[in-house]
């Protein structure tokens, strides 16, 4: 059974960048999506990226394409997210979350999440 676990969260100002990671743990085989995504208060749990572990392949949403990054290190079992250029509107708690096979966007795809992490960018 897998785990993930977020760190990496904080508090940063409009412009700037922070690293997130997502620690997975129980991982047999490389077929996993691992997919990140935020909840802002009030809202419902959007999709932000997604990388399939086997090949590499990854999605974006619209809103964070070009400014943030997904990535996977297999020797340290993390998947990362580099979020440069961070707005106001990127405030919320991200989760990593997983699912066997191929990469999609929907959360209601993912079966496994980590606990999330708190991004707040201030103004």
């Known amino acids: 059974q897998l785990q993930l676990i977020e760190s990496g969260g904080g508090l940063v100002q409009a412009g700037g960048s922070l690293r997130l990671s997502c620690a997975v743990s129980?991982?047999?085989?490389?077929?996993?999506?691992i997919g990140w995504f935020r909840q802002a208060q009030g809202k419902e749990r959007e999709f932000v990226s997604t990388i399939n572990w086997s090949d590499a392949g990854t999605l974006y949403a619209s809103s964070v394409k070009g400014r943030f990054t997904i990535s996977s290190d297999d020797a340290k079992n993390t998947v990362y997210l580099q979020m440069n250029s961070l707005k106001p509107e990127d405030t919320a708690v991200y989760y990593c979350?997983?699912?066997?096979?191929?990469?999609?966007?929907?959360?209601?795809?993912?079966?496994?999440w980590g606990l999330g992490t708190r991004v707040t960018v201030s103004s």
């Open positions: 979350a997983a699912r066997s096979g191929f990469i999609l966007s929907s959360p209601a795809s993912y079966n496994i």
């Open positions: 129980g991982r047999t085989g490389s077929s996993y999506g």
